[in-house]
């Protein structure tokens, strides 16, 4: 089976600009998780979802990012306007069902520099 | 705020040694403990998680958890230098479905 995938594997962009990241889960699984991963500030969950519904968007840092997923097999996080402290790896991660048992199953991320 | 914590390293070992890693929590509740390894410019991959009180190990990997004192470590056992990554705990705290990461322990694996 296919893992996570995630387009673009790197991104770059300037200031003000809006970038759209996007990920496909692996099929079946139930949960939907976008990260940001920085040097200070580690691994970052900013939003999840379940069965295609946002359940903690807690960690969204601000108006300027928003996330949906129409559908099982495609969500996008979107930075509007985009700015240089975003730069970072974000990922996406998806996991089978709603067990504290379950494995997170991490896509190869997308850099994102924002000039 | 419920954290996790571990030590930025870098851990230096020397091939064939045990690498110890930490990780403590601060959620009593937490129910369940992951390990991943993220190799530089790379995903986080899963190693093992541990959810009982004890040691549960998985070839040269081998977890420990201690709920009462609120630690949880990985040993790897004849460290080889494709070891080196950084090693990140997560905790799956009471009350909700999402990790939470430590900010990882960077290992070198000395040849």
């Known amino acids: 089976d296919a893992g996570v995938i995630q387009s673009p594997r790197h991104e770059v962009t300037e200031m003000g600009q809006e970038v759209t990241l996007r990920c496909k889960p692996i099929?079946?699984?139930?949960?939907l998780f976008w990260y940001r991963q920085t040097m200070m500030r580690g691994l970052e969950l900013l939003i999840y979802?379940?069965?295609?519904?946002?359940?903690?968007d807690s960690g969204m840092p601000e108006d300027r990012f928003s996330a949906k997923m129409p559908n099982a097999s495609f969500s996008t996080l979107k930075i509007q306007p985009s700015e240089p402290r975003d730069s970072a790896v974000y990922f996406c991660?998806?996991?089978?069902?709603?067990?504290?048992?379950?494995?997170?199953?991490f896509g190869p991320g997308t850099r994102l520099t924002v000039l | 705020q419920k954290e996790v914590e571990q030590n930025s390293g870098p851990l230096s070992v020397p091939e064939g040694a045990i690498a110890s890693l930490n990780c403590t929590y601060s959620?009593?509740?937490?129910?369940?403990f992951f390990w991943y390894r993220q190799y530089s410019g790379k995903s986080p991959e899963l190693i093992m998680f541990?959810?009982?009180?004890g040691d549960k190990e998985d070839g040269r990997f081998t977890a420990q958890l201690n709920k009462a004192s609120q630690y949880v470590s990985l040993l790897i056992r004849d460290s080889q230098p494709s070891d080196s990554a950084t090693y990140l705990c997560?905790?799956?705290?009471?009350?909700?479905?999402?990790?939470?990461f430590g900010t990882g322990t960077r290992l070198k694996v000395l040849a």
């Open positions: 979802f379940n069965n295609n519904v946002p359940i903690d």
């Open positions: 997560a905790v799956f705290p009471s009350g909700t479905y999402k990790y939470i």
């Open positions: 099929s079946g699984h139930d949960y």
């Open positions: 991660a998806s996991s089978p069902r709603g067990r504290w048992t379950d494995t997170q199953y």
């Open positions: 541990i959810y009982s009180n």
């Open positions: 959620d009593r509740g937490s129910q369940s």
